[in-house]
């Protein structure tokens, strides 16, 4: 790898990698994010680059206008659809296969990259219409994709693909044309606010530090994404990670730091790898390191391994840990800008903050603000999931309507079910309905709802979702989590764990829900860190949105979408039972009994309630009450 | 008392990390990823090479949920209980997974320490859910059916 000693040099390995990029008649990408390759794409990868080597002298027909040279085959970031993977994209058309499987390789090859001919099986298609290019699906047509427009598109191996973009660019700009506080103020002007959950100014953040006595500083990623069910970071971590860095570095000359650290959560193997492989390319080049590109400005990079523990996303447990000590937040102030990571000064923001930084830094702050509100501007990366058509990564403005990302982008909710909620934020977010649906997505307006963006999870629930249910599965999470040190989290979400699971055992009263909203405003209100203080907004969420669904199990012992399994009561409707003994075959316990050709019966006291006699019935003679 | 291989060993991740007290949670990390578990005695010796007490390597490899001193098994699975997965019905599979295996919340490894079942909070696969892996290699769309499945694939493995 060519050693980048100074900006020309730069801007030369700019130019041959966009130019070997033109020169190639045909790319093919293929997934290499964690959902494609769970779905096999790692031997589509293989089988592509044999097909590829045993055909050297392949005539490629399409695309005239292209200049000659090789095939490449490249293993892409994810490209957020993955629910339609393994996906594999070929350029320079832009088509997009899904659900591409080893043995469909041959025909790709031999139809699609040599005779340019479509292969229809594999394109996407909704409501009837096919689509050959990946920006025509609706999917991708709608959103806004910035942050992630490389994702997908480039190799996230090699750092010549990034440089072949336009990256490291802003690091030059930096470098060479500002000076740092010209920087602080740049980002401060383009109002960009954390995308980890709480939405507080970076440009702020930074100039807090900037301006601390102590030179000794710190830039910090957190990456530990751990709210369930977001999973931006890892994608970006995983599909672009010199983006990442390049905002980090950014960041570090802006506020005068050498040293940088990313915390990343255990659970992501694929990004830590491809980080390190990111590290180790940008060292090796010089855009890592001492006096980088001859600038004078030197900065180091190192990774830390989450170990399990969701509360070191909160930032004073995050330092704790890569102290070395427990995870465990402390009482602030003083605030992580002015003594944190070591107890000096820190700059601590998420994995997508420092993301947006590069554009900015290119195309200005006046730009960015044009896009979304003002006060709440860029875009923002959402994962949706749950019970919708099209689950994956978006990435849409700030200021989209919820109606636009479920049912547009979405495709809207799967087998046609009915929309009931959307549960944002993740344990520490709320619940929106049907009315909340046209209210637009950003950080202020959520907050009016008692809602929160949080670091972006959109879990799509229809209605055979109970929300009392989704209340206590959000109360176990926090409570496992809670890592002990203040009181009110320690003990008032178990208390109000134990409520949650009397109420979805059937042993709830009315006075437990008064219980319930007590202790979730005391938790709120007095808990030391913001899971604490966040961790009963699912709770108070559903409470008042759902309360109707909370009294029914109470008082009328039912759980209308038969998710509670205490409430279920198993029944053979005599009508169409034929007799046949197989449920009574599949009782686990011995629970059906009956004469053959006559309507067998369920003996409730022994039914475990397990609905294995309902998957055997061939009539539909079983149904659940309650 | 471990073999001397053992100590050898830890000297060697030490040496890689240096022992500054920073060090502590990536070195037993690594000792865990070559052991499958850390043994309390390798955690002992690495608080005295770092200078630091018992009690506080103790307390902080006790505080993440990711360190074990109990020996896992051969295959490690997790299930996913994320948000996403939840909803798409992850409670079912591990509920097979345990009957299958003969397993339950208090006992996480099969006595023949083949297998070690957990659950995990989110796996970031929430596109593919409801997920589970083994020894990290996500499996995706899992249903109770194809996870029992999965099992007898690697107990003939």
Known sequence: MERIRNAQVLDRVREEAKEAIKNSRCRILICAGTGCLAGGSGEIYQRMCELVKDNPDVEVEFAPEVAHGPVEVKKSGCHGFCEM??????????ILYTKVQPEDCEA????????????????????????????EIPFYKKQTRLVLKNCGHIDAEHINEYISTGG?????????TMKPEEVVQEIMDSNLRGRGGGGFTTGYKWSQVARQKETARYVVCNGDEGDPGAFMDRSIMEGDPHKMIEGMMIAAYAVGAQEGYIYVRAEYPLAISRLRTAIAQAEECGLLGDNIMDSGFSFRLHINRGAGAFVCGEGSALTASIEGNRGMPRVKPPRTVEQGLFGKPTVLNNVETFANVPMIITEGAQWYKSIGPEKSPGTKAFALTGSVKNTGLIEVPMGTTLREVIYDIGGGIKDDGEFKAVQIGGPSGGCLVTPHLDISLDFDSLKKMGAMIGSGGLVVMDTNTCMVEVARFFMNFTQNESCGKCVP???????????????????????DLDILDELAQTITETALCGLGKSAALPVMSTLKLFRD????????????????????????????????????????????????KEPFTIDTEKCIKCG??????????IHIEG | MLEQSYYDKTDEIIGSHGTEQAALIPIIQDIQSEYRYLPPELLSYVAGKLGISEAKAYSVATFYENFSF?????????????????????????ERLY???????????????????????????????????VNDKVYPAMTPDAAAELIRELRGA
């Open chain 1, 85 to 94: 993977g393994p996906l594999m994209r070929i350029e320079p058309q832009g």
């Open chain 1, 108 to 135: 790709i090859f031999q139809r699609t990259i040599v005779k340019g001919d479509i292969i229809r099986h594999l394109l996407y298609k909704q409501d009837g219409l096919e689509y050959q290019k990946q920006d």
């Open chain 1, 168 to 176: 490291y660019s802003a690091l030059e700009k930096v470098l060479f």
């Open chain 1, 489 to 511: 989290c320690r003990e008032g979400t178990k208390r109000m764990l134990e409520i949650l699971e009397r109420i979805v055992a059937g042993n709830g009263t009315l006075e």
């Open chain 1, 549 to 596: 669904e909370y009294v029914e199990h109470v008082v009328d012992k039912k759980c209308v979408s038969h998710t509670c399994t205490a409430f279920r009561k198993f029944i053979i409707s005599p009508e169409r039972c034929k007799g046949c003994s197989k449920c009574a075959r599949n009782c686990p316990v011995g629970a059906i009994s009956g004469k053959i």
């Open chain 1, 612 to 621: 294995a006699c309902e998957s055997a019935c061939a009539f539909g003679a």
């Open chain 2, 70 to 94: 109990e020996p896992k098994g051969k295959y490690i699975i997790k299930v996913c209980d994320g948000t996403a997965c939840h909803v798409r019905k992850s409670i079912p599979i591990l």
């Open chain 2, 99 to 133: 009957s299958e295996l003969g397993l339950s919340k208090a006992k996480v490894t099969t006595d023949d320490m083949l297998f070690t079942l957990e659950t995990v909070s989110c796996l970031g696969a929430c596109g593919l859910a409801p997920v589970l892996t």
